[in-house]
Structures are given as structure tokens and as C-alpha cells.
């Protein structure tokens, strides 16, 4: 019994001799280690969350080189590395809050970006993901109007030439010292973060003719943690905004199997701007043939009554 257990025992050191512990890093040894720690302590899931303690604990426990090896890690760097676990969308390590605690997420929630789809379903899952992205309207109209824009749904609208049809576009309204002034807002929608890196460009290209541009997409508010920070870079270099739908698993999941009834509204969902649309000038052109070859508007007084406010939505 003792041979047993002192080889039940040695199985996880072994294991990560095997995980390269002489040539790995700080990150790499904490996101192993506490990964398996989790792993032993049954925390499967946001229900069975583990304290950094316990999870510090454990990784102790069952990998001593944490702390006697040449290279340990001292514990403060083992903190600030779960912290980083928890932020990096390849990791399974999810924590919901700091007082929260830590669990191990669905696969299934993980590495979202970057469901692939086979190539011979290409043309049918473009009809179905633009059904998909329908169901999303409503709120990201609702959010839009509560920015004082007056909306409408122009996904359907075929008069700018391919990506120059916006799925929600907003018109701001203003007039100073008699003269009137009409800003442009626009938000691309889409239903998940799969193929993030091509669809983002839908929502550039619309920065030729719109103030304000904004990319969305509906994500599980428990992974929150895991929307990829490359957004950041993509945001700041074209000069676009992020908007997240948090919506539950179910209802998630529901939506991107195509299963969904009801379209998604502000009850369903929290909307995050996880980073602002600066106001960008446009050429004036570009913004004229807007407004009069998509929106058919052929004046100032046209644009003062085309789509709703908030406090006239349905």
C-alpha cells in the first residue's frame, strides 16, 4: 500500500518533468500547476470555485518544485500569474471576481475565435449567420438609441457596395448657432468571436462614411475573461469600438446553434463597451453619398425624422 502511494505521489512530479520544468518560465509553470491543482480539487466548474489559497495549496502540494526547485516561484509572482490565467483566452483557468474564486471553464467556452467551418458549408452558414446576427438587433439598437442616436436596422440595405451596409446606423442630430450637424454612428454585429481578425474589417470599412464605428458580438458572461486582447490593438489602430453582449451559457449557445426563439433584448443580455469609438471627421462626400444613396435622405429636415429615438421604440 505504501509502494502504492509513494508512486501515486511521484506520478504528478513526473508528469511535470515532462512539462519541461528546467526550461519553462514563471507563466508557464504557474498555468500547469494550477491548472492541475484545480483539476484535483474538483473545481469543474463556477458552482465549485477554490480560493487562491486553496488552489496555491494544492499546486504545493502536488508540484514541490514550485518551491524548492532552483527556479521556484515566489508566491506573489504565483498570484499575479493566476491572474494572468484567468485573462488569457487559451487557459481554462476562469475567475469571476476576487472575491469569487477559481474553477476550470468549459473547453467549450475557450478559444472561442477560432471555431473553424468546413468549406462546403460556407454558403449556408452565411444565410444562417446573418438569421443569427438578426437576433441581436434589438439590443444593439436599444444601446445605440440610449447614445441619443435615432436608429434604424439597415442590414438589409444594399446601396453602399459591399461592407458599406452597416447593420445598425445611428444618426446624431445637433444644431449649433443655426447650423445643423448630422453624426454618423454604425455598429457591425455578429453572433460570436469566431473569425474575429476577418469580420472586424466589415466594421473598418464602414469608418469611410461614420463619426462613430463600432464592432459587436454576443459572448457567455462567464468567459468574459477570455475575449482576446488583440481587440485592443485592432480598436486603436483603426480607430473603431467594441461593444460585448454578455449573455447567459444557455442562451449563448442557443444562438449560435441557431436554436434561439426570441431575439436577444436588453432583459437577456449586458451590454459592454470594452473599448469606445473615438469621433472620427469623414470626408463630406463620403458621409453626403451615405445619407443619400443608403439612407435615401436627401436633406437636413429628412434626417431629423428618419429612424426612432429611444423613447419611441417599440
Request: with cysteine.
Given at each position: ?8 505521489s511521484e506520478q504528478p512530479l513526473a508528469e511535470f518533468t515532462e512539462f519541461n520544468w528546467e ?63 484567468v485573462n488569457d483566452e487559451e487557459s481554462l483557468i476562469n475567475c469571476e471576481g476576487r472575491k469569487?474564486?477559481?474553477y476550470l471553464i468549459s473547453t467549450n467556452l475557450v478559444n472561442l475565435s477560432k471555431v473553424e ?198
Amino acid at each position: 500500500m505504501a509502494d502504492q502511494q509513494s508512486s501515486q505521489s511521484e506520478q504528478p512530479l513526473a508528469e511535470f518533468t515532462e512539462f519541461n520544468w528546467e526550461q519553462s518560465k514563471g507563466y508557464p509553470k504557474v498555468l500547469y500547476s494550477a491548472t492541475k491543482a484545480l483539476e484535483a480539487l474538483g473545481a469543474n466548474d463556477s458552482s465549485h470555485t477554490k480560493s487562491y489559497k486553496e488552489v496555491y495549496e494544492k499546486a504545493k502540494e502536488l508540484f514541490p518544485q514550485l518551491i524548492t526547485h532552483p527556479t521556484a516561484v515566489a508566491e506573489n509572482s504565483f498570484y499575479g500569474y493566476l491572474t494572468k490565467a484567468v485573462n488569457d483566452e487559451e487557459s481554462l483557468i476562469n475567475c469571476e471576481g476576487r472575491k469569487q474564486g477559481y474553477y476550470l471553464i468549459s473547453t467549450n467556452l475557450v478559444n472561442l475565435s477560432k471555431v473553424e467551418t468546413p468549406k462546403e458549408e460556407v454558403v449556408k452558414e452565411e444565410r444562417k449567420r446573418k438569421e443569427k446576427e438578426s437576433h441581436l438587433y434589438p439590443i444593439a439598437l436599444t444601446w445605440l438609441r440610449t447614445q441619443r442616436y435615432r436608429c434604424e436596422d439597415t442590414s438589409a440595405l444594399r446601396g453602399h457596395g459591399k461592407w458599406g451596409n452597416p447593420d445598425i446606423t445611428g444618426l446624431l442630430i445637433t444644431e449649433t448657432v443655426g447650423v445643423p450637424d448630422i453624426e454618423i454612428g454604425t455598429i457591425e454585429v455578429k453572433v460570436s468571436l469566431e473569425n474575429w481578425e476577418q469580420w472586424i474589417f466589415e466594421a473598418v470599412a464602414h469608418r469611410r462614411f461614420s463619426n462613430r464605428v463600432y464592432f459587436a458580438f454576443a459572448h457567455p458572461e462567464e468567459a468574459a475573461p477570455k475575449i482576446p486582447i488583440e481587440m485592443r490593438y485592432y480598436a486603436e489602430l483603426y480607430h473603431i469600438g467594441i461593444l460585448v453582449f454578455l449573455v447567459s451559457q444557455e442562451k449563448f449557445f442557443q444562438l449560435c446553434n441557431g436554436t434561439l426563439q426570441e431575439p436577444i433584448v436588453a432583459l437577456d443580455a449586458t451590454v459592454f463597451e470594452l473599448y469606445s469609438a473615438p469621433f472620427m471627421t469623414v470626408q463630406a462626400h463620403a458621409k453626403k453619398k451615405f445619407l443619400e444613396k443608403s439612407l435615401e435622405l436627401h436633406g437636413y429636415k429628412e434626417a431629423c425624422t428618419w429612424g426612432q429615438p429611444l423613447e419611441e421604440q417599440d
